[in-house]
């Protein structure tokens, strides 16, 4: 039974229901015949009281002519075969048969009906001029008797029958049909659900159920796909979680790991630094020579990777205060190009007239922003125009710097705010990290990307209801 399917349910009950409708038919067939016959009865039970009734003053008077007259007006009824007249002695006084029956044949098929002829009692006769009164027996004078034949009730009946069982076996032939089309339409939107309820096991997510033309099934699979975004975005943010814990640890890793290095490297650096500038004391000499020069470039790259490790490893908590953003921004355009004289780079700025005052970090946002400048400054070796645009929209100021140079790659764009991920030589793959984990901790997002034009555009979006 736990085996046995919806689709198999429907044809079962349709056989039953069907089963149950032909016997109550075939029970209706049955009492529609007794009713016919029963009342054909008793229609030519009434013939022959009619007849006994007006045979009275034949059989009175003996006259044979009136009564096969009488005989013969009765023949006229359809299904009346023969008719008899007897007297009291039993005299048979009129005896007529229809030319068309074939007694021999269908005498055993044949029924009867009889009818007493009595005296008509005269109700305004005076019963005292009488001694005694009569009794049925001595009132009857003869008897009338009316055969007749159920051959063509029976036939009307096999007809009726036989035209009941061709609708009731159309019927049945159609209602199944119909029940199976029903099944499959009711189960086909089930069978729908299991298959992709299977494939969701296997991990396909993305699967979706058609909604079925009827609202139960529709409202099942509307049902079922809403299950199947919730999942989806579950699993989605259930990963991220996971990816983000993942990364946190690494980061964590990576920042004991940067201390460690940093604190074993800065101390014999400085030692070298020193040993450097006694050694120019001593030998007289100067930076313009090329292993000196060399020696020193080195010692402040090195330098400046363990300052960005020390930065990363270690991010100052935030000391922020009501500051203006675009004020901000004119002060750190300001201080590259003071360094740029005689650079042919130019900046283009884009500030709204009116002042955005954030509740932010003014030192660390002036590093990310300076970090983000720098790259593109880099990236394009001085030439062309930085594009910086800001903004206030939807609760938010937004900063865009755009430079003209290659554009970021598609297998870089998201890598670019990893720690150590760089394209240059010389790059640490600090500097865009750690702007992404300050504009993080400032509560907002930096985003980077192309432009139509050609170039690298950053984006960073602060709220401006941040506290």
């Not at 199947?228 to 989605?236: E, G, P, V, Y």
């Not at 003014?362 to 790259?375: A, E, G, H």
Request: hydrophobic share 45%; with cysteine.
């Amino acid at each position: 039974m736990k085996h046995i399917g919806i689709h198999v349910w429907l044809i079962l009950a349709a056989v039953i229901l069907m089963s149950a409708s032909t016997v109550a038919f075939f029970a209706g067939t049955n009492l529609l015949s007794t009713f016919v016959h029963k009342r054909f009865e008793e229609r030519t039970a009434f013939l022959a009281k009619y007849l006994a009734l007006n045979s009275e003053l034949g059989i009175l008077i003996g006259d044979r002519l009136m009564l096969k007259g009488l005989a013969e007006n009765l023949l006229t009824q359809e299904d009346v075969i023969k008719v008899v007249i007897t007297s009291k002695a039993g005299e048979e006084l009129a005896n007529v048969t229809l030319d068309t029956h074939n007694e021999k044949g269908r005498a055993d098929r044949l029924r009867q009906v009889a009818a007493p002829v009595m005296i008509k009692g005269n109700k305004d006769e005076s019963h005292p001029f009488f001694l005694r009164k009569s009794t049925p027996e001595e009132d009857t004078i003869g008897e009338v008797k009316i055969y007749y034949t159920v051959d063509g009730i029976n036939n009307l009946l096999a007809v009726i029958k036989e035209r009941f069982y061709l609708l009731s076996a159309g019927l049945v032939t159609i209602s199944l049909f119909l029940f199976l089309l029903l099944s499959r339409f009711l189960v086909n939107p089930v069978r729908q659900l299991v298959s992709a309820a299977r494939e969701v096991a296997r991990g396909n997510l993305d699967l979706r159920v058609r909604p079925g033309n009827l609202p139960e099934t529709r409202e099942l699979a509307e049902a079922f796909n809403a299950m199947l975004d919730s999942l989806q975005k579950s699993n989605s943010a259930l990963e991220k979680a996971s990816q983000e814990m993942v990364r946190q640890k690494t980061l964590a890793e990576m920042g004991k790991f940067s201390l460690m290095i940093a604190h074993e490297v800065k101390n014999p650096l400085g030692i070298i630094k020193s040993s450097l500038d006694l050694l120019k004391q001593d030998m007289d000499l100067s930076s313009e020579n090329i292993m000196v020069s060399y020696m020193e470039d080195e010692i402040q790259r090195l330098n400046r990777l363990i300052e960005d490790f020390l930065e990363f490893a270690r991010p100052a908590s935030p000391n922020c205060r009501e500051t203006d953003m675009n004020m901000l921004i004119r002060e750190c355009v300001t201080r590259f190009e003071l360094q740029l004289k005689g650079v042919p780079a130019s900046f283009q700025l884009t500030l709204p007239d009116d002042s955005c005052y954030l509740n932010i970090d003014p030192d660390l946002m002036t590093r990310v922003l300076s970090n983000i400048i720098k790259n593109a400054l880099e990236i394009t070796r001085g030439k062309g125009t930085i594009n910086i645009v800001a903004e206030t929209c939807d609760n938010a100021w937004r900063c865009r710097i755009s430079d003209q140079g290659p554009g970021i790659s598609p297998a870089d764009l998201d890598k670019i705010f990893e720690p150590f991920h760089t394209t240059r030589a010389k790059g640490t793959g600090l500097g865009l990290a750690f702007a992404s984990q300050v504009v993080g901790g400032h509560n907002g997002l930096i985003t980077a990307g192309n432009l139509n034009s050609g170039g690298a555009c950053f984006t960073i979006t602060l709220p401006t209801t941040w506290q």
